[in-house]
């Protein structure tokens, strides 16, 4: 299950993560953002190389402004502390194993 993270430790869950992570920049009154909460679940589950990591931007403004994160939910992949992929909004289980894939190869 993803865990929340915060500025104090987003580079070592993150950036510093072995294989792929996945930011979950999310806000609590976000319906879109509990939507996809399971998906996300189920990914960390079936992949043994993805870590998502969940970013209250209620919490950590600092975080969402450096990423320049304007909605709710956004998704960013991350593979050697570096982004490769973006993604805003619902989006369905076959766009996350896609990005995840993606993710990967880099």
């Known amino acids: 299950m993803a865990e929340r993270i915060s500025q104090d430790n987003f580079d ?3 950036l510093q993560a072995e294989g792929v992570a996945v930011a979950d920049f999310y806000s609590d009154s976000c319906v879109p953002c509990k939507r996809i909460s399971p998906l996300l679940a189920d990914l ?3 992949h043994d190389n993805v870590y998502v990591g969940k970013v209250n ?5 600092d975080l969402a402004e450096k990423y320049q994160v304007a909605s709710t939910p956004t998704l ?3 593979k050697n502390g570096a982004e490769v992929k ?5 989006v369905k289980k076959a766009e996350l194993e896609e990005a ?7």
């Open 57 to 61: 931007i209620a919490y950590d403004r």
């Open 86 to 90: 973006r993604l805003h909004g619902v």
């Open 44 to 46: 960390e589950e079936a």
């Open 12 to 14: 070592t869950k993150i």
């Open 76 to 78: 960013i992949f991350f």
């Open 100 to 106: 995840v894939a993606e993710a990967a190869e880099k």
